[in-house]
Protein backbone atom coordinates (compact mmCIF):
# COMPACT_ATOMS: atom_id res chain seq x y z
CA UNK A 1 0.00 0.00 0.00
CA UNK A 2 1.21 3.52 -0.91
CA UNK A 3 1.78 5.93 2.04
CA UNK A 4 2.27 9.64 2.11
CA UNK A 5 5.61 10.53 3.86
CA UNK A 6 5.96 14.01 6.04
CA UNK A 7 9.73 15.44 5.03
CA UNK A 8 12.02 15.64 7.86
CA UNK A 9 13.53 19.10 8.58
CA UNK A 10 16.40 20.05 6.34
CA UNK A 11 16.03 17.05 3.96
CA UNK A 12 15.80 17.57 0.03
CA UNK A 13 15.67 14.97 -2.64
CA UNK A 14 19.18 15.24 -3.37
CA UNK A 15 19.96 13.16 -0.41
CA UNK A 16 19.32 9.75 0.39
CA UNK A 17 15.65 8.71 0.80
CA UNK A 18 14.95 8.72 5.09
CA UNK A 19 12.39 6.09 4.33
CA UNK A 20 14.33 3.65 2.99
CA UNK A 21 16.90 1.24 4.99
CA UNK A 22 19.28 1.84 1.85
CA UNK A 23 18.36 4.81 1.41
CA UNK A 24 17.64 3.91 -2.41
CA UNK A 25 14.45 5.94 -3.88
CA UNK A 26 13.53 3.75 -7.12
CA UNK A 27 10.54 3.88 -9.06
CA UNK A 28 8.31 3.66 -6.43
CA UNK A 29 8.38 6.95 -4.74
CA UNK A 30 8.38 10.72 -5.66
CA UNK A 31 8.31 14.09 -3.74
CA UNK A 32 5.78 16.93 -3.72
CA UNK A 33 7.31 20.45 -2.42
CA UNK A 34 6.05 23.76 -1.66
CA UNK A 35 8.47 25.95 -2.84
CA UNK A 36 7.74 29.15 -1.60
CA UNK A 37 10.82 30.78 -3.95
CA UNK A 38 9.67 29.42 -7.31
CA UNK A 39 7.15 31.42 -9.21
CA UNK A 40 4.85 29.43 -9.90
CA UNK A 41 5.40 25.02 -10.36
CA UNK A 42 8.23 22.80 -12.18
CA UNK A 43 9.12 19.63 -12.28
CA UNK A 44 13.09 20.92 -12.75
CA UNK A 45 15.30 20.25 -9.51
CA UNK A 46 19.22 20.11 -9.93
CA UNK A 47 20.67 17.17 -9.01
CA UNK A 48 17.76 15.74 -7.53
CA UNK A 49 17.80 11.77 -7.09
CA UNK A 50 14.01 11.24 -7.18
CA UNK A 51 11.12 12.36 -9.25
CA UNK A 52 9.93 15.88 -7.83
CA UNK A 53 7.02 18.34 -8.04
CA UNK A 54 7.17 21.81 -6.92
CA UNK A 55 4.20 24.22 -6.41
CA UNK A 56 4.70 27.41 -4.96
CA UNK A 57 1.82 27.68 -2.25
CA UNK A 58 0.52 30.97 -2.96
CA UNK A 59 -0.90 29.49 -6.31
CA UNK A 60 -2.44 26.53 -4.48
CA UNK A 61 -4.41 27.85 -1.71
CA UNK A 62 -7.16 25.39 -2.40
CA UNK A 63 -4.43 22.57 -2.55
CA UNK A 64 -6.00 21.49 -5.73
CA UNK A 65 -2.06 21.12 -7.43
CA UNK A 66 -1.28 18.56 -4.23
CA UNK A 67 -4.52 16.33 -3.80
CA UNK A 68 -4.25 16.01 -7.68
CA UNK A 69 -0.69 14.87 -6.92
CA UNK A 70 -0.97 12.69 -4.31
CA UNK A 71 -4.13 10.95 -6.00
CA UNK A 72 -1.97 10.30 -9.20
CA UNK A 73 0.91 9.53 -7.98
CA UNK A 74 -0.74 6.73 -4.98
CA UNK A 75 -2.92 5.42 -7.63
CA UNK A 76 0.11 4.56 -9.94
CA UNK A 77 2.05 2.75 -6.99
CA UNK A 78 3.80 5.33 -5.56
CA UNK A 79 4.98 6.64 -2.09
CA UNK A 80 5.24 10.40 -1.62
CA UNK A 81 7.33 12.18 0.60
CA UNK A 82 5.51 15.65 1.35
CA UNK A 83 7.46 18.85 2.14
CA UNK A 84 5.37 21.22 3.70
CA UNK A 85 6.29 24.99 4.87
CA UNK A 86 6.22 25.72 8.68
CA UNK A 87 2.68 27.22 8.31
CA UNK A 88 1.05 24.42 6.72
CA UNK A 89 -0.02 21.16 9.10
CA UNK A 90 0.71 17.64 7.43
CA UNK A 91 -1.69 15.98 9.33
CA UNK A 92 -4.38 18.91 8.37
CA UNK A 93 -3.75 18.15 4.87
CA UNK A 94 -3.66 14.27 4.96
CA UNK A 95 -7.29 14.88 6.63
CA UNK A 96 -8.43 16.49 3.51
CA UNK A 97 -7.01 14.58 1.47
CA UNK A 98 -9.06 11.81 2.79
CA UNK A 99 -12.25 13.93 1.80
CA UNK A 100 -10.96 14.98 -1.56
CA UNK A 101 -12.78 13.33 -4.55
CA UNK A 102 -11.18 14.10 -7.74
CA UNK A 103 -13.88 14.05 -10.31
CA UNK A 104 -15.36 15.25 -14.25
CA UNK A 105 -16.35 18.65 -12.64
CA UNK A 106 -14.84 21.64 -14.47
CA UNK A 107 -12.69 23.33 -11.72
CA UNK A 108 -12.86 27.23 -11.80
CA UNK A 109 -9.24 27.63 -12.00
CA UNK A 110 -9.54 25.22 -15.15
CA UNK A 111 -9.07 26.90 -18.39
CA UNK A 112 -11.54 26.69 -21.08
CA UNK A 113 -9.60 25.79 -23.99
CA UNK A 114 -6.40 23.40 -23.76
CA UNK A 115 -3.38 22.80 -26.63
CA UNK A 116 -1.40 20.41 -27.34
CA UNK A 117 2.19 21.86 -30.05
CA UNK A 118 3.29 19.29 -32.19
CA UNK A 119 5.51 19.32 -35.29
CA UNK A 120 3.80 19.73 -38.54
CA UNK A 121 4.84 16.12 -40.12
CA UNK A 122 3.51 14.96 -36.64
CA UNK A 123 -0.05 17.25 -37.42
CA UNK A 124 -0.53 15.70 -41.16
CA UNK A 125 -0.17 11.53 -39.77
CA UNK A 126 -3.10 12.82 -36.45
CA UNK A 127 -5.01 14.46 -39.12
CA UNK A 128 -5.36 11.49 -41.82
CA UNK A 129 -6.14 9.61 -38.24
CA UNK A 130 -8.14 11.72 -37.06
CA UNK A 131 -6.92 11.16 -33.25
CA UNK A 132 -4.27 12.38 -31.67
CA UNK A 133 -2.10 9.29 -30.08
CA UNK A 134 0.05 8.77 -26.67
CA UNK A 135 3.56 8.36 -27.13
CA UNK A 136 3.38 4.84 -26.21
CA UNK A 137 0.37 4.26 -28.31
CA UNK A 138 2.26 5.62 -31.01
CA UNK A 139 5.21 3.27 -30.01
CA UNK A 140 2.97 0.40 -30.27
CA UNK A 141 2.31 1.29 -34.06
CA UNK A 142 5.76 1.54 -35.10
CA UNK A 143 6.36 4.99 -34.72
CA UNK A 144 9.02 6.58 -32.88
CA UNK A 145 8.85 10.07 -30.90
CA UNK A 146 11.83 11.50 -28.95
CA UNK A 147 10.67 13.00 -25.43
CA UNK A 148 12.59 15.23 -24.66
CA UNK A 149 12.55 16.65 -21.01
CA UNK A 150 10.61 13.95 -19.74
CA UNK A 151 13.12 11.02 -18.72
CA UNK A 152 16.22 13.48 -18.13
CA UNK A 153 14.02 14.62 -15.21
CA UNK A 154 12.97 11.26 -13.98
CA UNK A 155 8.91 11.68 -15.02
CA UNK A 156 7.29 8.34 -14.27
CA UNK A 157 7.15 5.75 -17.04
CA UNK A 158 3.31 5.85 -16.70
CA UNK A 159 3.77 9.57 -18.41
CA UNK A 160 4.16 8.25 -21.65
CA UNK A 161 0.66 6.50 -21.70
CA UNK A 162 -0.89 10.05 -22.00
CA UNK A 163 -1.18 13.61 -24.32
CA UNK A 164 -0.15 16.49 -22.23
CA UNK A 165 -2.58 19.02 -22.97
CA UNK A 166 -1.32 22.68 -21.59
CA UNK A 167 -2.69 26.18 -21.22
CA UNK A 168 -2.86 28.86 -23.71
CA UNK A 169 -0.33 30.56 -22.93
CA UNK A 170 2.37 27.29 -21.57
CA UNK A 171 5.50 25.98 -22.87
CA UNK A 172 4.92 23.64 -25.64
CA UNK A 173 6.25 25.62 -28.14
CA UNK A 174 9.81 25.45 -26.05
CA UNK A 175 8.89 21.54 -26.44
CA UNK A 176 8.80 21.69 -30.15
CA UNK A 177 11.82 23.76 -30.19
CA UNK A 178 13.62 21.34 -27.74
CA UNK A 179 13.06 18.80 -30.54
CA UNK A 180 13.77 20.33 -33.05
CA UNK A 181 17.37 20.84 -30.99
CA UNK A 182 17.60 17.21 -29.54
CA UNK A 183 17.72 18.55 -26.34
CA UNK A 184 16.01 20.18 -23.29
CA UNK A 185 15.97 24.08 -24.12
CA UNK A 186 13.85 26.53 -22.39
CA UNK A 187 15.13 29.84 -23.62
CA UNK A 188 11.63 31.75 -24.70
CA UNK A 189 13.12 34.20 -26.69
CA UNK A 190 15.19 32.01 -29.23
CA UNK A 191 14.58 32.11 -32.97
CA UNK A 192 13.10 28.62 -34.22
CA UNK A 193 11.03 26.94 -36.74
CA UNK A 194 6.89 26.76 -35.47
CA UNK A 195 4.83 23.62 -35.77
CA UNK A 196 1.52 23.40 -35.28
CA UNK A 197 -0.77 24.75 -31.99
CA UNK A 198 -3.84 22.22 -31.68
CA UNK A 199 -6.61 24.05 -29.70
CA UNK A 200 -9.34 21.42 -27.37
CA UNK A 201 -12.55 22.25 -25.57
CA UNK A 202 -11.08 21.46 -22.60
CA UNK A 203 -14.37 21.51 -20.00
CA UNK A 204 -16.21 18.98 -22.67
CA UNK A 205 -12.80 16.64 -22.78
CA UNK A 206 -13.17 16.96 -18.59
CA UNK A 207 -16.80 16.77 -18.38
CA UNK A 208 -17.05 13.21 -20.71
CA UNK A 209 -14.36 11.93 -18.17
CA UNK A 210 -11.23 11.68 -20.57
CA UNK A 211 -9.15 14.27 -18.69
CA UNK A 212 -6.32 13.26 -15.71
CA UNK A 213 -4.82 15.51 -13.59
CA UNK A 214 -1.14 14.88 -11.82
CA UNK A 215 -0.23 17.94 -10.15
CA UNK A 216 2.50 18.71 -12.99
CA UNK A 217 0.07 18.90 -16.45
CA UNK A 218 -3.09 21.14 -16.16
CA UNK A 219 -4.68 18.04 -17.92
CA UNK A 220 -3.57 15.25 -19.93
CA UNK A 221 -5.57 12.37 -21.90
CA UNK A 222 -4.43 8.55 -21.54
CA UNK A 223 -3.95 6.76 -24.84
CA UNK A 224 -5.70 8.39 -27.44
CA UNK A 225 -8.52 11.93 -27.70
CA UNK A 226 -10.39 11.94 -31.06
CA UNK A 227 -10.37 15.20 -33.08
CA UNK A 228 -13.79 14.96 -34.03
CA UNK A 229 -15.41 16.12 -30.77
CA UNK A 230 -13.04 17.84 -28.95
CA UNK A 231 -10.95 20.25 -31.56
CA UNK A 232 -11.62 23.67 -31.86
CA UNK A 233 -8.83 25.24 -34.12
CA UNK A 234 -5.26 24.48 -35.24
CA UNK A 235 -2.91 27.28 -36.19
CA UNK A 236 0.44 27.03 -38.02
CA UNK A 237 3.05 30.10 -38.55
CA UNK A 238 1.57 29.79 -42.53
CA UNK A 239 -1.59 31.26 -41.15
CA UNK A 240 0.49 35.02 -40.86
CA UNK A 241 3.08 36.71 -42.77
CA UNK A 242 5.55 36.74 -40.26
CA UNK A 243 8.60 35.13 -41.19
CA UNK A 244 11.15 34.63 -38.26
CA UNK A 245 9.52 33.33 -34.69
CA UNK A 246 10.35 32.73 -31.06
CA UNK A 247 8.81 30.27 -29.04
CA UNK A 248 6.98 33.36 -27.02
CA UNK A 249 6.04 35.57 -30.52
CA UNK A 250 4.33 32.23 -31.95
CA UNK A 251 2.46 31.65 -28.47
CA UNK A 252 1.50 35.04 -28.57
CA UNK A 253 0.52 35.37 -31.79
CA UNK A 254 -1.62 32.15 -31.96
CA UNK A 255 -3.06 32.43 -28.74
CA UNK A 256 -4.68 36.18 -30.40
CA UNK A 257 -5.79 34.41 -33.19
CA UNK A 258 -7.56 31.66 -32.37
CA UNK A 259 -9.35 33.81 -29.29
CA UNK A 260 -10.46 36.44 -32.28
CA UNK A 261 -12.64 34.00 -33.53
CA UNK A 262 -14.12 33.12 -30.16
Not at 48 to 74: I, Q
Not at 100 to 106: G, L, R, T, V
Not at 198 to 212: N, P
Request: charged share 30%.
Amino acid sequence: MCKIYKAPIGWNPTKLNPFTTTGYYGKEWSVFIYDEEIGHHSNIYENTMVYVVRVNPEVDSKYERLFDYLTYETKHGRNVILSLPKQINFDEVLEMFDNFHSDNEFRESDGKYLVHSTTKESWESIKKSGVLLSPNELKKQGISILEIGLKPMLEPDDYSDYIMLDVLEGCGELVVNSRQLGSVCITPDIKYIPGVRIYFDAESIIKDGLGTRDGLHILKVKDRLPLDKYLLDVISAESFKKKEWTPTTFTNEANRYFLEGR
